[in-house]
């Protein structure tokens, strides 16, 4: 019988949401279970099988000196590592701190921060080590998640969505909510994956699951500016799951700044 690919999956700085998409796959996960061994799962199980590990899933991302180094073990022990979600990917909310002075945040919230050991930014796994493959989302979409596992495993590049969010309100007939009802929404230059799931609700998209390829983040900031959102509104949209993500950063940076460009005023302006 040949033997079962070894499996670890790994907590850093989260909520531990993509875990539990995961453990969500439910009668999936019973097929993966018998299609591989899970070695190390802290989360589901008290095993704790040592490495070298065939693939490696990580979530979290790198927030104090320990985990910096032992994000560098784990890339050691792995011969695939593969970041999901948004803290491993971006940064995750944690990375706002990125934008603030983080020893005023620590005295804010802590009565001895003398006793906090941590890094002044949250960075992406990738920061720190090299990363083999990346699964986007606050939390992932336990379908790509599976596919990601099944290519892996299959030696296959998984076939995941590099499209925005915008063709997936297309796909299920839901009308565009900037052009509808004025709704500032993120859904242009984020990354799909979640199926549209806020717009559904008549809300705006949050930015879940990351910028997409190549998004135009200067034009959608003008178009909420024309439409009479405030520069610190258009900040914040940007400040989110993936404020971390260079084009969402800069673009807050920009707004931050007063850098913006001009809300265009005619048709043929950009």
């Not at 979530?59 to 073990?73: K, L, N, V, W, Y």
């Not at 979600?85 to 983080?102: E, P, W």
């Amino acid at each position: 019988m040949p033997k079962r690919p070894r499996v670890a999956v790994w907590k850093f700085a989260s909520c531990d949401g993509c875990q539990l998409s995961l453990l969500d796959c439910e009668d999936e996960l019973l097929a993966v279970a018998e299609a591989v061994e899970i070695a190390y799962f802290p989360e589901a199980s008290r095993a704790f099988g040592k490495g070298p590990y065939d693939v490696s899933l990580v979530e979290g991302s790198i927030t104090t000196p320990h985990d910096a180094e032992r994000i560098r073990e784990v890339r050691r022990s792995s011969k695939v590592l593969v970041t999901i979600g948004a803290c491993a990917t971006s940064g995750g909310i944690q990375a706002l701190k990125n934008f603030r002075n983080v020893r005023e945040l620590i005295a804010t919230v802590y009565a001895r921060p003398e006793y906090i050991d941590t890094l002044t930014t949250s960075t992406p796994i990738r920061d720190h080590v090299p990363v083999d493959l990346e699964l986007r989302g606050c939390p992932i979409n336990k379908n790509q998640l599976l596919e990601l596992l099944n290519a892996t495993l299959n030696g296959r590049r998984p076939n995941l969505p590099s499209h925005a969010v915008c063709l997936e309100c297309k796909q299920r007939g839901i009308p565009c909510l900037m052009v509808t009802q004025a709704i500032p929404c993120l859904g242009p230059v984020t990354h799909a994956g979640c199926g549209a799931l806020c717009p559904a609700f008549a809300r705006g998209c949050f930015g879940c699951y990351g910028p997409s390829d190549a998004p135009n983040t200067v034009p959608l900031a003008q178009h909420f500016r024309s439409t009479g959102v405030d520069s610190g509104t258009v900040e914040r949209l940007f400040l989110g799951f993936n404020a971390n993500a260079e084009p969402f950063r800069t673009q807050a940076l920009r707004m931050s700044l007063g850098a913006e460009a001009k809300p265009s005023t005619s048709k043929g302006e950009s």
